[in-house]
């Protein structure tokens, strides 16, 4: 029960990433729950055992911890790992650059790009199910010997046998789905849900009343998406049991009828109003079930018709396509960023030259074309007991030939040439910075402690280190934009796929028939199929060990607290929004405490964010008893310039006076994630605002007499110890009362 006095001024921490505790936040060990929930709530020292720590004379403490909405469940935090590439593409559309997109375009793209990812995990599914073991391996008894578990599958005539495995992809697509919809019912639907149509891409303002709330949107995307996903399925069952025109009639019209319904769910996905097509989504859903049930019907009734070497009919040029769709897909979404960024004002032209968006994209298509190599190749490995064929090293005939599609083979190329390329450019970009970095230290330390007795040069020379290496987050950019440009090389290798030529094979061309050329080529390719592997291994193991350990649950979390902060307008399957219940349960309670007396939102690193979300969504009665106190605050350092179009200078401005500029932001030059909100220049707060304060870290150089050991260099944490976060609170709440 809540035992909040009836008049009181409020301090109200909200932590940052990583999921911290409640005693961490309130630097006190004994706390209560005095609202909330286990997923979400708000925290005080419990009745009689003292102040919170760095607590202000007069000033109520209350902690607000989030954490256990993204590193709560340990099934829920773990299984959000395979989502990986589905909350990257989800992502992408929110680093778009500012300025009005009159067509929606940049989130048609984003969406269409989306819809090629899950059409690749569909492909995945099948490449696994229906072409490596019910057409490549099991009429082979070299493949089948040894595996009763596929054995009984050879008395099963071909159209039955790829019947019974097109249910593996249907549960694969159940699975997703099950995931996200689970995830979201422990914390989604917290605000009022909306019944206005939402656009593709949301108003630029975060005060837009029902900006966090993405039921409507996301359960559109995910019937949609299944939709898409089963299509998928239906398209690749019946090539499969039509080659060279083999299997009952009518296959053709079903083909069409199945192709033409693909056709419509990606229509629909790129509609920007999806309201005035829900009525489409009944007879949709109708017309997939009908389909479906023929498809498998028709499989089940097929000719019996012999299994020709090679790979399923229809799946190397839908694995080609799906590629050739995404290289095409990002090219468009580079050239229609980087047009935009351009109209952006000269002050507010954001990072990467505006290119945030395709490159978040890259990284969702290469993180699923990794998932998927990995899986395709690893299954293959696996039944061809070791061996790693290509047309270059060929299986003797009795094993059959268990090639993966000649996309999956450029992939792993492609994913070892980004790895190796990638760490020479971010290895180039330290040391061709360090001295720059370097010298801005010196110029900080030589400011800060001008006299420095010779005992304590040694830890002069740590402070100029760490300074310098908290300048790293900046130096990125390079690295980023050359990972684009590779995926993009990557990408552009459709060309080889849609004619069906591997890597060994132009080599084999370029080179000579049975030169070294091609032989050095196809054991480059494995060992890039073994990277990738051993890569998406590592991440497995890490959900395996985030399933059974808390702490390492913890680590899995900061990631989705950074790619799960925005709603889902783009990918159904992406991990759920958790500000779609933290922004308004914090309203919530603000409001509450508003009505009794001044409130001080003090947000630590990423939970400055979200303080800054939750201003954005408070009515003008609540702002004028409210203030913020941020500190360690990425804000502008990160995220103004990663999404200008919404936490950009100009929402920043808006932010100050909402509040009447009764705003303090504490940083420190050691701290590697947290910066200034509005540094010297123009753009900046009204003529004689100050809201910066730099606090000086370490505090000394040298031993208090009082002490043992010289003052900590502090960096990221805390920042509630030091005496000018009590100053803040009091000029705050002062000034708020």
């Not at 409640?22 to 708000?42: K, M, N, Q, S, Y």
């Not at 760490?423 to 001295?435: E, K, M, P």
């Not at 504490?666 to 910066?675: E, F, Q």
Request: proline share 8%; with cysteine.
């Amino acid at each position: 029960m809540d035992e909040t006095p009836e008049r009181e001024a409020v301090e109200l921490r909200v932590h940052g990433i990583s999921g911290v505790t409640a005693e961490r936040i309130l630097d006190h060990p004994i706390v209560v729950r005095v609202a909330g929930d286990t997923h979400a709530g708000f925290f005080r020292p419990r009745p009689g055992s003292g102040t919170a720590g760095g607590a202000t004379d007069g000033v109520a403490v209350e902690a607000y911890r989030w954490g256990s909405l993204t590193a709560g469940a340990a099934v829920r935090t773990a299984s959000m790992l395979l989502l990986l590439p589905f909350m990257l593409s989800n992502l992408a559309i929110w680093l778009r650059p500012p300025g009005n997109d009159r067509w929606g375009l940049l989130g048609v793209l984003c969406r269409l790009l989306a819809a090629t990812l899950t059409a690749t995990f569909v492909l995945a599914a099948v490449g696994v199910t229906l072409d490596l073991v019910g057409w490549q391996c099991v009429p082979y008894p070299g493949c089948r010997a040894s595996r009763p578990y596929l054995a009984w599958l050879h008395a099963l005539p071909t159209g039955p046998r790829l019947a019974l495995l097109s249910i593996v992809p249907l549960l694969a697509l159940r699975v997703v789905w099950a995931i996200g919809t689970r995830s979201a019912r422990a914390f989604e639907g917290f605000g009022p849900s909306s019944t206005r149509p939402l656009p593709i891409e949301r108003a630029e303002s975060l005060a837009y009343a029902d900006f966090w709330q993405d039921e409507q949107t996301t359960g559109w995307l995910r019937q949609l998406h299944v939709v898409l996903g089963i299509g998928t399925l239906n398209v690749a069952l019946l090539a499969g049991i039509t080659p060279g025109g083999a299997g009952a009639p009518g296959h053709d019209v079903l083909f069409g009828i199945a192709a033409g319904l693909l056709i419509v769910a990606v229509i629909l996905l790129a509609l920007p109003v999806p309201a005035r097509a829900r009525r489409l989504l009944r007879p949709l859903w109708a017309a997939t079930v009908v389909v479906t049930v023929c498809c498998l019907g028709a499989a089940t009734r097929a000719d019996p018709a012999p299994v020709g070497l090679g790979k399923l009919p229809g799946y190397e040029g839908a694995a080609a396509g799906v590629v050739a769709a995404q290289g095409v897909l990002l090219v468009v979404l580079t050239v229609v960023t980087y047009t935009r960024q351009r109209a952006a004002r000269d002050g507010e032209r954001p990072v990467l030259r505006g290119l945030g968006t395709p490159i978040m994209a890259a990284a969702a298509v290469s993180v699923g074309a990794a998932f998927t190599a990995t899986l395709v190749y690893r299954v293959a490995d696996a039944l061809d007991h070791g061996n790693i064929p290509d047309p270059i090293r060929p299986n003797p005939p009795v094993v059959g030939p268990l090639e993966p599609p000649v996309a999956y083979w450029w992939a792993a190329l492609a994913g070892l040439a980004a790895l190796l390329i990638g760490a020479a450019v971010t290895s180039a970009t330290l040391l061709l910075s360090r001295r720059r970095r370097r010298r801005l230290a010196a110029r900080i330390t030589e400011r800060d402690y001008p006299d420095v007795p010779a005992q304590d040069t040694h830890r002069l020379r740590l402070v100029r280190e760490t300074i310098a290496r908290s300048r790293i987050t900046e130096e990125f950019g390079p690295v980023l934009v050359a990972f684009l440009l590779i995926a993009s090389l990557g990408l552009a290798t459709v060309a080889f796929d849609l004619i069906g030529i591997g890597p060994t094979q132009l080599a084999d061309r370029l080179g000579g028939h049975g030169g070294a050329a091609a032989v050095f080529t196809a054991y480059v390719t494995d060992a890039g199929v073994w990277v990738i592997s051993l890569l998406v291994i590592s991440l497995l193991i890490l959900g395996f060990r985030a399933y059974r350990s808390a702490q390492t649950r913890r680590v899995v979390a900061v990631l989705w607290d950074l790619g799960t902060f925005w709603p889902r307008t783009v990918h159904p399957f992406a991990p759920p929004c958790y500000a779609a219940r933290a922004v308004p349960e914090l309203a919530r309670r603000i409001t509450g405490f508003a009505a009794r007396g001044p409130v001080v939102i003090s947000g630590h690193s990423h939970g400055s964010v979200l303080a800054a979300a939750t201003i954005l969504q408070l009515p003008p009665s609540v702002l004028a008893r409210v203030s913020l106190l941020t500190y360690g605050s990425p804000l502008q350092r990160t995220y103004a310039r990663l999404y200008p179009a919404y936490l950009g200078p100009r929402t920043l401005r808006d932010l100050g006076g909402r509040i009447g500029w009764r705003w303090r932001n504490l940083w420190r030059d050691t701290d590697p994630i947290g910066g200034p909100i509005f540094p010297a220049g123009p753009g900046g707060a009204p003529p004689g605002v100050d809201i910066d304060t730099r606090l000086r870290d370490p505090r000394s150089l040298t031993i208090d007499p009082t002490d043992t050991v010289p003052p900590p260099i502090e960096g990221h944490w805390p920042y509630h110890t030091q005496a000018q976060y009590q100053l803040a609170v009091r000029e705050l709440t002062d000034r708020s009362g």
